[in-house]
């Protein structure tokens, strides 16, 4: 069974619509198959394992001895690790593929690693080497516009392109990632 770790913010409630996003998401990869694995706490990672259970999918969370409480209900699986920095790269060793829902300086540091370790091809030698990475929305936008200015940096009219902006896929809603994560990670 293939998995998908979803990255995404611990902050939001079940009556957000973002929560609501994230549980669908959880769910439809469900359906298609894949295990969830996330960060195994609360706000977009409970939502996601819980779409993902009601669906009768499989979760995985990865919890931190930092944070000395329990997983969220709705994890099925928990590996529990010692460090914020063995947290994110178990996050990342376990994924067939990666979804970043909105979030903030967390999940900003998990899709930079996941996508430096990628852009660098470092992933070779852990896990595989490239997998997909969805990004849902518009939310990351700013951080692609930003990071998409580096050639800039070397000349006012650069003629290259960065190949780290081939490592990401922006898909407009979370509707869009499973059936976009089934075509690449099903074939």
Known sequence: MKTVTIFGSSLPSEQTPV???????????????????NGGYGGLMEASARGAREAGGHTIGVTCSIWPRPANAW??????????PERIMTL????????VLPGGTGTLAELALAWELMNKSALAATVGGKKPLLLIGSYWQPVIDCLDQEPRLASPTPDRHLAAM?????????????PALAARLHS
């Open 75 to 84: 994890i099925v699986e928990v590996v529990h690790t010692a460090s914020f």
């Open 92 to 99: 990342i060793e376990r994924g067939d593929a990666y979804v």
């Open 19 to 37: 929560y609501q996003e994230a549980m669908a998401l959880g769910r439809a990869l469900a359906e298609q198959g894949f295990a969830i694995c």
């Open 166 to 178: 081939d490592l990401i896929t922006v898909v407009p809603d979370v509707a869009g990632a499973a």
